[in-house]
């Protein structure tokens, strides 16, 4: 069976209106009209904010660290495929290339974005799934790195500043000094902005 595959893109991450402390991601079908809101927690999210606004932490992340490592084995992130969502729970594959051989692996979906941000790889997700899950909404796809939209960049701004605020908070309670003061910096860069 061939299921007709729609290609997505990170168009939003903002708090949920639904879950205290998590967020929602929000996959916009490129060239459509269709929305996937996708509920990921706080530190997924962080991760993503800090791919899309292309920030460099002093030291590599996860996701940053599993790239590295396929990059430096030669293994190339073709893509990933939403290919399934049961109760608000999405399960995604990797498809990796390496030599000759093409690998699926399973993911969750919030780490599969977070390294097809990082990766330059394409998302993808079942026609179906992206039909019966979807939000309709009047416009196109926005791209979520475009300033096209003037509120796009101070809502993505705001959003990181919040979530920043949160892992300082937390770096602190867990006293790692370093990664306090770097988040530290990082927050004032973004309230100078």
């Known amino acids: 069976m061939n299921k007709k595959k729609i290609e997505l893109q990170v168009q939003n991450i903002s708090n949920s209106q639904e879950q205290a402390g998590a967020y929602a991601m929000v996959l ?8 996937l809101p996708v509920i990921i927690g706080a530190s997924e999210a962080q991760a993503m904010l800090i791919e899309l606004k292309k920030i460099l932490p002093p030291r590599p992340m996860t996701h940053n ?12 992130l073709l893509r990933i495929l939403i290919y399934k969502a049961e109760n608000g729970i999405f399960c995604s594959y990797l498809y990796l290339k390496a030599e000759e051989t093409i690998l699926r692996v399973d993911a969750r979906t919030s780490d599969a974005v977070t390294l097809a941000l990082r990766m330059n790889a394409p998302i993808f997700i079942y026609e179906d799934i992206l039909e019966a899950e979807s939000l309709k909404t009047g416009g196109q796809a926005a791209d979520p790195t475009a300033s096209s939209h003037p509120d796009k960049e101070k809502f993505l701004q705001e959003d990181s500043l919040e979530m920043l605020k949160e892992a300082l908070q937390k770096a602190i309670e867990d006293e790692n000094y370093e990664r306090a003061a770097f988040l530290r910096d990082q927050i004032r860069n973004l309230e100078k902005e």
């Open 28 to 35: 916009g079908e490129v060239g459509g009209d269709r929305q």
């Open 65 to 76: 660290l599993f790239a590295s490592v396929l990059e430096t084995l030669g293994v190339k």
